[in-house]
């Protein structure tokens, strides 16, 4: 309940995560064999650079003659053409890889977003959603096309240089090969502990975007309360730790790298002694010390350079860790691969297979928790509504008016019983099937940016214009786009944000009448709307909601006296349920609250006299 | 223009480095140091083997001779090796302690800039008008805030760096290579005006396509920002699918921006290197052909040409340096458009005056930008320490004059006044009047703390622990939201907002109630705070208000008549004018709208309903 659970890695630096990230680079397998092919190619060219100095010093300079110097400067201009196309085409492919791998892997994660259940979002910012499917994709595609690649070539060319020293001296390269385990002992002491670090940093980093989205989505409540120090204060918290966290990393870095590096000049200095030795007592010839001493020169910054890479790798893990989390976490509520096969999944409907929906609602034996613990807040719980009811749910503020209209839309499925959508268990149908039947208008609706037009639209993406007029004009919406300059056409602005929170309820109210849908939840949908404009939609509901099944949740009494059922609800738990006059009869609850209201009214009354 | 417009960007973003310039300073001389170091050791070793062990006669002078000749010579250190491998290691060593302590300052310069400029720029925006949070997309000011905020890391951290660096390397060579060889000198350095000439019409060409590409990547996440807040909107009407292609449109748009521009860089880069490339191939030539006339020595050539390798180094840099600088260009653009937003600011000389005082509102006309006037001279005023109420239809302009009333807007010139006690308003200090004002939102925002933090939070800091709790107690009590809170499980410890336990609109209203009472400002506005909340409680709340707000003056915003009725003055807007006012027997005997909604809300037939 308490604080947002955060998945906990400790693992070191693990090739099965690694592995997750296989799928989406396997489609562009033919890109990185490419890039690999290329860097190799490249790195050929680059040896031979050196050899071209020497050659024209010793077929030109020192017998003092320039015979074949244009053929010599011709295959020289070759090569560097040679490097040039090589450049041109490595930073395209490596790019594509890049771009279409972070692109593919934002995909994955915004799909795998729209399946997940309100749950999930009830509990974590969005903010830290963002910074996975924004900056950690990011990274991961990035470090793979361009660093990944660099290292192969590092440890190619340290390879290869290893076996011609080997070649030149096996022994002499033995020796080489001593700092091997110290560079191991070091690898493994620093690496698990820039690991940690970096998860640390990436931890702290989706804070800090979670904190700007909450400090921008807050600005006005922030400077109603002028509290814009306070806030900055427990935000330069979070910069001070981003700042602590890095700096420590960057110095275990910055001891790991040197310390690296000075491992293989140990090696070159200890070769240099022996291979000096084995030269003056002429075991070995001149020649092939210094052409031995020329590649161990030669690997040291290649050496540098895995190290480097390999901090760079253990810095991507934790961003492969979050993604693949996000990617893993499993939705709460599932269609059956049954359901799919028949009814599709929740993107592409196979509607041909859908039966048409009449509206028969039947709780049956259903109980009820929500998935962040605590009671149960339904027990044992039935009722049938049969199409075409409306069912009007009363009762104090969070009380818990919304869990049986959760329910009933699969927002949430009943911990035990069964929830029949015209006789049958919605579970043996796809969620897409029973959401497109539905029209639901909220409390505190949400817009879109964009147009009026566009935001009614949403309802119905094939609607016409005139269609969308209809519906404003049926829920009254069109007064409100009388007021606006551009009509139809106005910008809503983020989250309808330029608009009143009266005037976003009948703009969400159209959406959901040009929806069409077989229920209608109206989830205190008018409660910021103006009393006449109420009276107005009150007509209007009671056309639109004929035939239809729907669920109003009020306060207001005399908004839902007309309501075919009327459940009244306290504590989470239904403790009555009738229609009005029945209610009233009881002399329960319902009463009470009727009467609590009707008591201001006759003051009202008795003011007036 | 458009380069002083760079550079102010620049500028903007680049004055956040000063309170690390020590560290810079430091960083930059050590990473020098340990390129000569990395330059000498090869030198070393080479020497070692050459004349050493080889047979080559050194060319040593000064201070390297005499140690040369102090460890012995050739012979002293024939027979002591080790001496040579112990230079190399001891090179080796002050190579690495000189990049340890680069890695380390420059980490220690970048990472205070970095805090200092998110620093900056989250005290910004807290600060910048609500007209600006209005007109921008968070998730775009995110990107800015996340992603452009990273490349201009990368910017401080390297280029500015390496730009020194490169800058370092290329005088050194020089300033080595004329001496030697001057016509030879200044052919190698004729590349460097066309290759710097190249990458400037590049950096034009590449500064656009780069605003281009951080402009999709902010709109992407914007697109990402939006779905994630809407998605109890998208779930209910089935639209995943259409939310995903708007995704992918926007997704591929982003990532084939970048595809093209890894053409461009690519075509540059080579470009780039094939300069390079034939730069020393004309040294090489031309060396060649002057050794072979004979007018330089072999010796003095190979020298030539290892300078030039030097010089060659830095120049192929560049290319990639100001591929990079392009894109960190257009970082601080878009960082320095939110830096340079104006914040909110005070006149001159602004007061700090009472505001238990009437309060007046004349002739004030306001409208928003594509919109046809919201308020239209309205002229009215709150008597002190009165309760006053405003009822109006949908998009009425209630909520304006609230948002005017706390300054969340400000009146253009010419646009009529507000003012306390004879005071403007906009003499006022900012921060006073909204102190003053203790404002409930229609859509309260609750930050993810915890409730107490949250109804705490406009308490001083200084308040005790035991005093701040028992504070809090006391306002949510009058909020009647103090049962609810105790019934979760953590009660007051409770995390809400974003993070947390999901409360129902009623708890959030009322919460944000009791947080408000805090403040304890003789102003007090409900902007229909109540609309959540049932009846039952509805009414035991502004009882407990009554009971406990004393002095203040009250201002209620509702469409229930029964939160109104009892109100001193009742204010009714239509279409942002005045349609009437007064008490609510002078509007019953009116017979004006405020008479036909109380009808409406009187229905008779609920009367009859209740057996009444």
Known sequence: MASIQEEEYNKSLDLKIWAKMVPFFKPYWKELFGVIGLMLFSAVIDVFFPLMQSYAVDHFIVPGQLEGFSPFVASYFAMVAGQTA??????????????????????????????????????????????????????????????????????????GAFISMSMLNIRLAGYVLLIVPFISILTVYFQKRILQGNRE????????????????????????LVIEDKNFEDFSQLTSQMRRTSVHTAMLRAVYIPSIAFCSAIAVGFVLARGGYLVMNQVMAFGTLSAFISYAIGIVEPIQNVAGFLTDLVATQPNIERVSGLLEKTPDIVDSPE?????????????????????????????????????????????????????????????GKSTLVNLACRFFEPTEGQVLIDGVDYRERS????????????????????????????????ATDEQIQEAAHKVSADTVVSKLEKGYDSDVGEGGDRLSTGEKQLISFARAVLADPRIFVLDEATSSIDTQTELLIQQAISHLLENRTSFLIAHRLSTIRQADLILVVRDGKIIEQGDHKSLLQKKGYYHSLYNQQFMEEAMMRKMQA | MAQTKAKGNYRAILKYVKGSWRFYALALLTSMMANVFTFLRPQVIRFTVDTVIGEEPDKLSGFMLNLYQAVGGREGLRSNLFFCAAAVVIVAVLEQLCSLVSRLTTSEASEGFVLRLRNALFSHIQKLPYQWHMENQTGDIIQRCTSDV??????????????????????????MMFPMNAMMTWVAIAFIPVIALYSGYFHKKISKKFREADEAEGVLSAAVQENLTGVRVVRPFGREKYEIERFDEKNNLFSELWVKLGYIMGAYWGVGDLFTGVQILTVLALGTVQTVRGAITLGEFLVFLSYNQTLSWPIRRLGRIISDMSKSGVSAERLAYILNSEEEKDKQNAVEAPMNRDISFQNVTYRFEGEKSVLDNVTFTIPAGSTFAILGGTGSGKSTLMH?????????????????????????????????????LQEPFLFSRTIEENIASVLSVKTSTEERLAQVKRAASIACVDDAIESFQDGY????????????????????????LLQKAPIMVFDDSLSAVDAETDS?????????????????????????????????????????????????????????????????????????
């Open chain 1, 201 to 224: 940093i990436r931890r702290v980093n989706s804070q800090i975007t979670g904190a700007y989205n909450e400090g921008i989505t807050g600005a006005k409540t922030s400077k109603t």
């Open chain 2, 493 to 516: 410890g409770t995390i809400v907002g974003e993070r947390g336990v999901t409360l129902s609109g009623g708890q959030k209203q009322r919460v944000a109630i009791a947080r408000m």
């Open chain 2, 540 to 612: 035991s709340i502004r009882k407990a208000l009554h009971e406990n707000l004393g002095g203040s003056t009250v201002i209620l915003i509702s469409h229930r008549i029964t939160t109104l009725m009892q109100a001193d003055t009742i204010l009714v807007l239509e279409d942002g004018k005045i349609a009437e006012m007064g008490s609510h027997d002078q509007l019953l005997a009116n017979n004006g709208i405020y008479k036909s909604i109380y009808d409406i809300q009187m229905n008779q037939e609920d009367r009859e309903a209740a057996g009444l």
């Open chain 1, 86 to 159: 090589i450049v041109i085409l490595f930073s395209r492919l490596s790019m594509v890889i890049e771009m279409r791998v972070g692109r593919d892997l934002k995909r994955a994660a915004f799909v795998h977003l729209q399946t997940l259940s309100f749950s999930y979002y009830n509990t974590t910012p969005v903010g830290y959603i963002l910074a996975r499917v924004m900056s950690d994709s990011g990274r991961i595609s990035g470090m793979v096309s361009w660093g990944l690649v660099d290292m192969m070539w590092a440890i190619a060319y340290i390879i």
């Open chain 1, 339 to 399: 359901v799919i096969a028949k009814y599709g999944d929740s993107f592409e409907g196979k509607r041909e297979n859908w039966e048409p929906i009449q509206g028969d609602i039947e709780f049956k034996d259903v109980s009820f928790k929500y998935p962040d613990g605590g009671d149960y807040v339904l027990r044992h719980f039935n009722l049938k509504i049969p199409a075409g009811t409306t069912v009007a749910i009363v009762g104090e503020t969070g009380a």
């Open chain 2, 150 to 175: 990273e490349t201009m890391r990368g910017f401080v951290t390297n280029q500015l760096l390496e730009v020194c660096r490169v800058v370092f390397l290329l005088v050194f060579a020089v300033s």
């Open chain 1, 431 to 462: 969620q897409l099937w029973l959401h497109s039947n539905i029209g639901y208008v909220l409390q505190n609706p949400h817009l879109f940016s964009g147009t009026v037009r566009e935001n009614i639209r949403y309802g119905n993406l094939e």
């Open chain 2, 404 to 440: 005017l009333l706390d300054r969340l807007y400000d009146l253009p010139e010419g646009c009529g006044k507000i003012s306390v006690g004879n005071v403007n308003i906009q003499d006022m200090k900012r921060s006073w009047v909204r102190q003053n004002v203790g404002m409930v």
